[in-house]
């Protein structure tokens, strides 16, 4: 775990937000560890957290504190506005193989259509829910794919199994 310290970025030194690809700005003021805001996160009493605010004041680098924080994988899906539903659920299941490849083998039966379907929807989340595989999920922009795709997005939080602690951006 990480203390309430400054992290100041030095070339050599670790940096979160050149750890989410962002290039490193030595005019930037120094990164302060949000302890707060990371154990609002980590004690909520639900498994799906919200957290908004304007751009620019760090949404991003508090869910990657929180992350960093954690004992189990975490997997970030980046949102991006689509008109395929399909290809959403496709590109958010790759970001859970990454962290978690053994979940790749329990998805082999389940054939993705172009047009996303109910019945889908609910084979991706029951297979999800039996592997009981505790798994964080952040979804970064996830206004982008609630513009998109409102009712995919509402049946994801509705929907989201007890064992995946889905954090919204």
């Known amino acids: 775990r990480v203390s309430s ?8 030194a670790f940096s979160p937000l050149r750890a989410l690809g962002h290039q490193n700005n030595p005019m930037a003021a120094p990164l302060l560890f949000r302890r707060r805001i990371v154990n609002l996160i980590e004690e909520s009493p ?3 957290v919200y957290i908004f605010g304007p751009a620019g004041y760090g949404k991003t680098v508090v869910a990657k504190q929180w992350a960093e924080s954690q004992d189990i994988p975490t997997a970030w899906f980046d949102g ?12 958010l299941l790759e970001s859970i193989f990454k962290v978690i490849p053994s979940l790749k083998t329990k998805f ?14 609910n084979e991706v989340i029951s297979v999800l829910e039996k592997s009981k595989i ?21 049946y994801l939080v509705s929907e989201c199994p007890a064992n995946i602690k889905l954090v919204l951006l």
């Open 5 to 12: 310290r400054v992290i100041y970025r030095k070339k050599e």
């Open 80 to 91: 991006y506005s689509t008109t395929n539903a399909a290809d959403l659920l496709i590109t």
């Open 46 to 48: 639900r498994h799906i």
């Open 134 to 154: 505790e798994l964080n999920l952040i979804i970064d922009n996830a206004e982008l794919i609630r513009k998109s795709h409102n009712d995919f997005s509402r």
């Open 108 to 121: 082999r039966e389940i054939e993705i259509p172009e047009k996303l379907d109910l019945k889908i929807l």
